[in-house]
């Protein structure tokens, strides 16, 4: 078989993704190779396509015990014989698997880090023929990165103790010059195939949302309830509350942050990725991993400290290529606290004055560009293509700045307003109260406080109140007035605030108008937008059905299709085996097991 049969029979791939096939070639050369590629490019069929091809084992490394696990399940529902060894395996699980691996019934072992120097292992490599290191995640090698792992250093211990040196292959989604040139050199990469694919991802539509957090995320989650999503927030207290709040809406929502025991963590994650809660409510210590290919959106409640982060996070959407959407709500009191929080970051002993001040500088420096992101006009994607260093059109014709208009508004009597309120205040208020003051709801908190019997009570009633609370936020950027660093961001004047009131002051900002036809039409299907409503509807009954046998098999559903293969099938209407086989993604192994029944459900 040469690799394009084996990338059919196994994967039910017609051809390769941009970047895979040079990688693979270079393999099966015998050369070593690093792929630099986002997530979702495809980097995993990058080694197994070879691992299927070359005579001996493929040994491949991966920091996560739920990553491995995942891939390996694939793989055995693909038809490859694949297993993993880490620490969730009981010790004769391992011997069990060792011994089979040495009767050469795996191509392809998956191995955490730690095992590299057990006895096992070691004599494992003893006995078989590895053909194959490949590094996943390889920038957990470099001491530059986030994610350092020293165990990783073990890797190259390693290679030089096989008998005979097998090809090394790196990949990691990590972009930056520094830990690019760490992977090559700490992992003594001979000459290689380096190939780094553009960052972008087509199927990612990015939006960025200002105005009341909450009820723009209840009002998302719920016209979505049919599909999987992801929330990220930046504090436990926030995961807690939000997910108490899409819970109390019957939306079935789970949670996951490090103050979780590792029982429940592991639980929820479960119900996460076999579609049993398919709403995720998480800090960032989830998602590096996890590889659910359908979840079909990523919403921010908070904003994150830098680019790099949201990127691989609102990456985690739409892995199956369908498409997907990402969401950042902004606000301009996450910007503050974000600031807050890297001030009070700790910085690590070993540095010198100089050092931990540059580290200072570059955490303020990326949380700024962050926070462009979140209140630029232009164009999303060429933002964050620009950001990794890549040249983009100036308009991607499919985020929310590129669908939709913005008009310049005359807001100057508002931001007087603002003003003289925050000035006839006795104490520090937030945004939240001065907007409603302004507008003059009629809540309790504020007769109580007597802030009714203000002047300025009121006096914009007829402007809804997550505007002010956006304009407020823009004249906090522009530094006409001020707010304290820690979560209740207390308003107040600064030295440019009595400018607002001088009568030559024209204050001008441009706020989003009516979403264009294009951008409403194709929202509310998601993923499957493309079909018309009798494919929507099979879609659907597919859905159910590959839920129904992923209950049988005891698997993720998108282990069982993707949606983007459910998608492809609901176009094709395939109605004998040849045709299912020319869907994308049904390769022999899942043909067999599973065909007859998609056949049998598409022709009723
Ligand atoms: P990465 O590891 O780069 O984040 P994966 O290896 O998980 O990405 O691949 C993402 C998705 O793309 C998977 O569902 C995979 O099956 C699919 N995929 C990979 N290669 C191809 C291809 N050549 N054609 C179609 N889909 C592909």
Not at 40 to 65: E, H, M, R
Request: proline letters at 3%; one cysteine or more.
């Amino acid at each position: 078989m040469d690799k394009y049969e084996i990338l059919k029979k196994y994967f039910g791939y017609d051809g390769f993704r941009p970047g895979q096939e040079e990688l693979i070639d270079a393999i099966l050369s015998g050369r070593d190779a690093l792929g630099i590629m986002p997530t979702g490019a495809g980097k995993s069929v990058c080694y197994q396509v070879p691992a299927l091809l070359l005579p001996g084992i493929t040994i491949v490394i991966s920091p996560l015990i739920s990553l491995m696990k995942d891939q390996v399940r694939a793989l055995n529902e693909a038809g490859v014989h694949a297993a993993y060894i880490n620490s969730s395996l009981t010790e004769t699980q391992i011997r069990r698997a060792m011994e089979l691996a040495c009767e050469g019934r795996y191509k392809i072992i998956y191995v955490a880090p730690e095992r590299l120097q057990t006895p096992l292992f070691l004599h494992l490599t003893e006995r078989v023929q590895i053909s194959m290191v490949t590094v996943d995640e390889a920038h957990c090698i470099s001491q530059w990165g986030q994610d350092f792992r020293p165990s990783y250093l073990n890797i190259v211990e390693l290679v030089s103790r096989l008998p005979a040196r097998p090809v090394v292959s790196a990949f990691t989604a990590t972009a930056t010059e520094e830990v690019r040139q760490d992977i090559l050199c700490v992992l003594g990469l001979r000459e290689p195939k380096v190939l780094v694919t553009g960052f972008d991802r087509e199927n990612l539509y990015f939006e960025v949302r200002t105005g009341g957090k909450d009820a723009e995320l209840l009002r998302y989650v719920k016209e979505h309830r049919e599909e999987s999503g992801i929330i990220y927030c930046a504090t436990r207290k926030n995961v807690e509350a939000v997910c108490t709040a899409l819970q109390m809406e019957d939306v079935p929502a789970t949670r996951y942050h490090a103050g979780l025991s590792a029982e429940e963590r592991r639980r929820n994650q479960d119900q996460f990725l076999f579609d049993e809660k398919p709403v995720m409510v998480a800090t960032n210590a989830f998602g590096m991993g996890i590889d659910k290919s359908n979840v079909r959106y990523v919403i921010h409640y908070n904003m994150p400290q830098s680019m790099e982060n949201y990127y691989q996070e609102a990456g985690r959407a739409g892995r199956d290529g369908a498409r997907a959407e990402c969401i950042l709500l902004y606000s301009a009191q996450d910007v503050r606290i974000n600031q807050f929080l890297l001030d009070e970051k700790e910085i690590r002993e070993e540095l010198t004055r100089e050092e931990a001040q540059a580290l200072r500088e570059r955490d303020a420096q990326r949380l700024k560009r962050m926070t462009f992101y979140g209140t630029t006009k232009d164009c999303l994607r060429a933002y964050i293509l620009n950001y990794f260093g890549e040249r983009a059109p100036r308009r991607c014709e499919n985020c929310s700045n590129c669908l939709h208009e913005f008009v310049e508004e005359d807001v100057t009597e508002l931001c007087r307003d603002v003003v003289r309120c925050i000035r006839s205040m006795r104490r520090g208020y937030g945004a939240g109260t001065v907007a409603s003051v302004l507008h003059g709801s009629g809540n309790a908190k504020l007769k109580s406080c007597g802030l009714d019997r203000l002047d300025c009570f009121g006096s914009q009633s007829g402007t809804a109140e997550f505007r002010i609370r956006e304009v407020i936020g823009e004249l906090l950027a522009e530094g006409y007035l001020a707010a304290t660093p820690d979560k209740y961001a207390l308003l107040s004047l600064t030295g440019s605030s009595g400018e607002l009131l001088e009568r030559q002051t024209i204050m001008k900002f441009s706020m989003p108008k009516e979403k264009k036809a294009a951008a409403s039409g194709r929202r509310g299907k998601g993923a499957a937008s493309e079909l018309d409503s009798a494919a929507w509807q099979l879609f659907e009954r597919l859905k159910a059905l590959r839920l129904r046998i992923a209950g049988e098999q005891k698997v993720p559903p998108y282990i069982v299709f993707t949606d983007k293969t459910l998608i492809d099938m609901c176009v094709r209407r395939p109605a004998s085996r040849s045709e299912m086989l020319a869907v994308s993604g049904v390769g022999e192994a899942k043909f067999e097991r599973y065909g007859e029944r998609f056949l049998e459900e598409i022709g009723r």
